[in-house]
């Protein structure tokens, strides 16, 4: 029987952190879905070759490794994401209408890139015990030798929870991030 060891598996993500932090992040999400999904596949093949020499229950197992890799990158994703969101609705949720703010959204961990842009409130949605806004922001990219300044432009709603402006659209984002709001 195959026992991993707590280190080859943290030596398996650092390999795909590492990989991530020497690309030029661009893509970055896709090198960390790969190396993931990859490392799962030895680890898989390496259990299985341990436990069985049934082909079924071998295949039952990387696939089962597979899809917990697959599960561990979106959620990692989405706490991205959920990052990025609240950064923008805190930019927002004190604007008036028509009032634009600047946002950042810096990642301790590159899966991603970090993202700025702008932020306005188009109108107020609703007010008083349910207190929501719509808004407009952009994803600004900075000009680089090969390519102009660019910015991309969405729209979302946001809530006051408390003290606190959280995101509360679902469908705007899916063109931007896919299903892994």
């Known amino acids: 029987m195959v026992v991993l060891r707590r280190s080859t598996v943290i030596a398996w993500i650092a390999i795909g952190m590492g990989a991530c932090a ?5 893509g970055c ?3 960390y879905s790969e190396g993931a999904t990859a490392g799962a596949g030895v680890v898989g093949a390496a259990i299985a070759g341990g436990v069985t020499s049934n082909a079924a229950v071998a295949t039952g197992i990387g696939l089962g490794a597979v899809a917990a890799a697959k599960a561990g990158v979106q ?14 609705a805190a930019a927002a949720g004190p604007l008036p209408v028509g009032g634009v703010a600047s946002y950042a959204a810096v990642h301790s961990v590159p899966i991603e890139d ?23 922001f952009s ?30 659209s679902a469908e705007p984002a899916t063109p931007r991030w896919g299903a892994l709001q």
């Open 114 to 136: 970090d993202e700025k842009g702008r932020v306005t409130v188009s109108r107020v949605i609703s007010a008083g015990k349910l207190d929501c806004k719509e808004i407009v």
């Open 22 to 26: 020497s690309a030029s992040l661009t």
């Open 75 to 88: 959620y990692s994703e989405r706490v991205v994401h959920t990052h990025t969101q609240d950064a923008i």
């Open 29 to 31: 999400t896709s090198v």
């Open 139 to 168: 994803v600004d990219h900075d000009a680089t030798q090969d390519h102009p300044a660019q910015s991309a432009f969405y729209v979302a709603a946001v809530c006051r929870d408390g003290d606190k402006w959280q995101w509360a």
